[in-house]
DNA sequence: CTGAAAGCGCTTACAG
DNA sequence: CTGAAAGCGCTTACAG
C-alpha cells in the first residue's frame, strides 16, 4: 500500500521510459514480466516505477491488448444466503486466477438482467457468470455466445439449447430427501416452497420419484408454492397446518424455506424433528446451527461456486470446445429437523 | 436484448460515421445525448448505430475522456447476511444513477484487501466503498485519498483521522438493548460475541452504560467474545450457560451472533424469551422469522447501504468538501426472544 | 535484448 | 450544427 506521495499527473511508462533510460516497449515488458528484458534493465524500470509512484492503466492496457481480465457475475437473489456462498466460492477462485469480479444484483428482475447484462458487454468481461432470474428467454445463452463472451450458466437451468453450466442434481436431491422421511415412517409428506420454474420443477419431480418408489400416491394439493423466502414459507406452512392436519413431515424447496418452516412450527409449540420433519435443500453454512439443526440435502454451495468458475476458465480458453457441466452430487445430512 | 447478428470486427464509431455519413465526432455526441446534433441527424445515426450492432466501449471512452463510471465495493464478510443486504442496498443506488459496482470479497483478510484495493485503484475507479476488515490501518483512508479516490468507509469506523463515513450508532443501540433487559427485570446479563475491534468496543461501551444506567455492576466475565458467526457464538453460549448458570440473559453482538445463541438455547430445551432473553443487532431480514423471531436492534441494513451511495456520490461530485457522515438512529424491535 | 512506429476506440477542444 | 485533428496509456509486431 506504500504510495510515495500522490503525483500531480499520474505517471505514465513514458515518464517510466524517460527515468529508466530505454524505451516504452521495454517498460511495457517487464511490466507484463516478460523475460525478454535483461534483469538489470527490469530492475531499473520497476525502481523508477517505484520511486513515481506509478499506477498500471488496466483500461489503457485492456483497449490495446484486447484481452481483459474482467469477469462479470450477476445474482438473482443475494438474500438468500446460498448464493452468497456460491458467489464467494466463485470470486475466491476467480481472483486467484488474476481476474477481477464485477457483480450485479437483479433481484429476479428480468429488465433489470438484460442492464446489466449489456453493461458488462460494453465494458469488455472476458466472460460472464450468470445465475439466471426466473423466466429468463430460453435463447439468452446464444445471445450472449453471439456477442463473442463466454458464459456459464448457475443453478437455475435455462430450457433447451446446449450451454456450461454449474449447478445441483436437483431431482436426485430430493428423492433422496423424500426417501428419508418415507424411511422415518411419514406417509403425508408435503412439498413447500419455491415458484413454478425450472429447479421447481425439478425438485418437485424429485418428491414424487421418491414418493412413487414407496408405492405412495402423489396428490398435488400437497404441493404448495411460494416465494423462496422465509416469510412467505413460513406463512404458507401455517396454510398447511391449518389445511392439511395430517401431514406431517415437509420437505422444502431450500433451506432458507425450511427456515421459515422452523420458525412456523416454533411458534405453534411444535419440535421440528419429533413433532414434524423437515428437509432442507442446499446445506447452506446456517443449516448447522439453526433451531434445531436442520438436515438437508447439501450440494457444497461455495463449492459449486467453485466448479462454476472453472467451467468459464475453460470455456475462455478453449471458446469451442463441447459444453462442460458441473452438477453436485446431492448428500442428505441428517441432522435434527428431519 | 435484439442483437441484429454478430459481426466478424465489432463496429465503431467509426464505422457508424461512414454508414450515416457523418463525422465520427457528430457520433460520439449522439452516442453521448448530446443535444447539439440536430434529432434528424441523431436518429440517422443511432440507426446506423442499431444496423450495425454497436457495441459501446466504455473502456476506450473513460481512457480518453477520464471519468470512469465504476464504483468498487469490498465486503469483508459476505456470509454474514447484514453485508449481504447493505451491498444490495448500496448497489441499487449506485446502478441507479448509472454506475457499474465492481465487488470484491476480503474474508476479513488484510493482504487479499490489499490486492483488491490495488486492483481497483488501477482499474481508474470512480469511487470505493469499504467494509474495512479488522485490523485495518487506521491510515488507510488517508492513502486512499492520497489516490485521488473518492471513499467512504462503512460499518466499521478506522481509529483517528477524517474520513467519509456510513454506519450505525453502536454504543446507543446496544445502550437501547440492555436497558430493554433490564426493564424486563434481569439482573445478570451477558454480553455475547464478537471480537475486540472498533465496532466490538462501541457495542461493549453501550452494554456498560446500560448496565450503569440501571445501577448495575460491570462484570467483565460476564463478556464473552467470539468469531461473529453462528457456530462460534453457539458455542460460547454453552459455555455462558455452564460457567455462569445465574446469567438470564443475553445482548448480543449481532443478529448471527443472536442466532447461534438460539440455536444453543433450542438444543438444551430452553425457550428463547421465556427461559432465557436474547437480543440481537442490526435487524437482518431474517430476524424476523428466526425461531423464535428475534428481539434486536434495527439499524435497517439496507438502507445504510443506500446512504453509504449516497454519502459516496456527494463526495464524488465535491471531492474537498467536508467529511461526511451517517450514522443509522436505532430502533429496537421487540419481537419474542427478548 | 531493446527501440521506433502504429493503433486499440473513443472524446474533446477548435474551427467553420 | 458538424468536421478534421490530436491524444488518452498502453501493446504488439517489426527491425536491428
Known amino acids: 500500500m506504500a504510495s510515495s506521495n500522490a503525483p500531480k499527473r499520474p505517471a505514465t511508462i513514458l515518464d517510466i521510459a524517460a527515468e529508466a533510460k530505454v524505451s516504452k516497449s521495454t517498460v511495457s515488458l517487464v511490466l507484463q514480466g516478460s523475460d525478454l528484458i535483461r534483469d538489470e534493465t527490469a530492475a531499473r524500470v520497476l525502481e523508477a516505477a517505484q520511486k513515481l509512484g506509478y499506477v498500471y492503466n488496466r483500461g489503457a492496457a485492456e483497449l490495446r491488448g484486447k484481452s481483459s481480465k474482467t469477469i462479470g457475475v450477476v445474482i438473482n437473489d443475494l438474500m438468500n444466503p446460498f448464493f452468497a456462498e456460491v458467489l464467494v466460492g466463485l470470486e475466491r477462485r476467480l481472483v486467484d486466477t488474476g481476474y477481477t469480479v464485477f457483480m450485479a444484483h437483479t433481484s429476479e428482475n428480468l429488465e433489470r438482467q438484460d442492464r446489466v447484462l449489456q453493461t458488462m458487454r460494453e465494458h469488455g468481461a472476458a466472460g460472464i457468470a450468470l445465475c439466471p432470474v426466473l423466466g429468463s428467454p430460453a435463447s439468452l445463452p446464444q445471445t450472449i455466445r453471439a456477442w463473442g463472451i463466454p458464459l456459464v450458466v448457475m443453478v437455475r437451468p435455462l430450457g433447451g439449447g446446449t450451454y456450461d453450466f454449474a449447478g445441483s442434481d436437483d431431482t436426485e436431491g430430493v428423492k433422496l430427501a423424500?426417501?428419508?422421511?418415507?424411511?422415518?415412517?411419514?406417509?403425508?409428506?408435503?412439498?413447500?416452497?419455491?415458484?413454478?420454474?425450472?429447479?421447481?420443477?425439478?425438485?418437485?419431480?424429485?418428491?414424487?420419484?421418491?414418493?412413487?418408489?414407496?408405492?405412495?400416491?402423489?396428490?398435488?394439493?400437497?404441493?404448495?408454492?411460494?416465494?423462496?423466502?422465509?416469510?412467505?414459507?413460513?406463512?404458507?406452512?401455517?396454510?398447511?397446518?391449518?389445511?392439511?392436519?395430517?401431514?406431517?413431515?415437509?420437505?422444502?424447496?431450500?433451506?432458507?424455506?425450511?427456515?421459515?418452516?422452523?420458525?412456523?412450527?416454533?411458534?405453534?409449540?411444535?419440535?421440528?424433528?419429533?413433532?414434524?420433519?423437515?428437509m432442507g435443500f442446499d446445506n447452506v453454512l446456517d443449516s448447522a446451527h439453526s433451531n434445531p439443526p436442520l438436515s438437508t440435502i447439501d450440494v457444497r454451495p461455495s463449492e459449486l461456486g467453485e466448479h462454476a468458475a472453472q467451467v468459464l476458465l475453460a470455456r475462455i480458453e478453449d471458446p469451442s470446445g463441447p459444453s462442460r457441466h458441473y452438477l453436485a452430487e446431492p448428500c442428505l445430512v441428517q441432522r435434527v429437523s428431519g
Not at 412439498?191 to 413454478?196: A, D, N, Q
Open 178 to 278: 423424500t426417501r428419508h422421511l418415507v424411511g422415518a415412517g411419514h406417509r403425508r409428506i408435503a412439498f413447500l416452497g419455491g415458484r413454478p420454474g425450472p429447479i421447481f420443477d425439478r425438485r418437485v419431480q424429485g418428491y414424487r420419484d421418491g414418493l412413487r418408489e414407496a408405492a405412495l400416491a402423489f396428490d398435488k394439493r400437497l404441493v404448495f408454492a411460494s416465494n423462496p423466502t422465509r416469510k412467505d414459507a413460513y406463512e404458507r406452512l401455517g396454510d398447511i397446518l391449518a389445511v392439511e392436519p395430517r401431514v406431517t413431515a415437509a420437505v422444502c424447496y431450500n433451506d432458507v424455506v425450511a427456515f421459515g418452516a422452523l420458525a412456523a412450527l416454533g411458534e405453534r409449540g411444535l419440535r421440528a424433528g419429533s413433532d414434524f420433519a423437515v
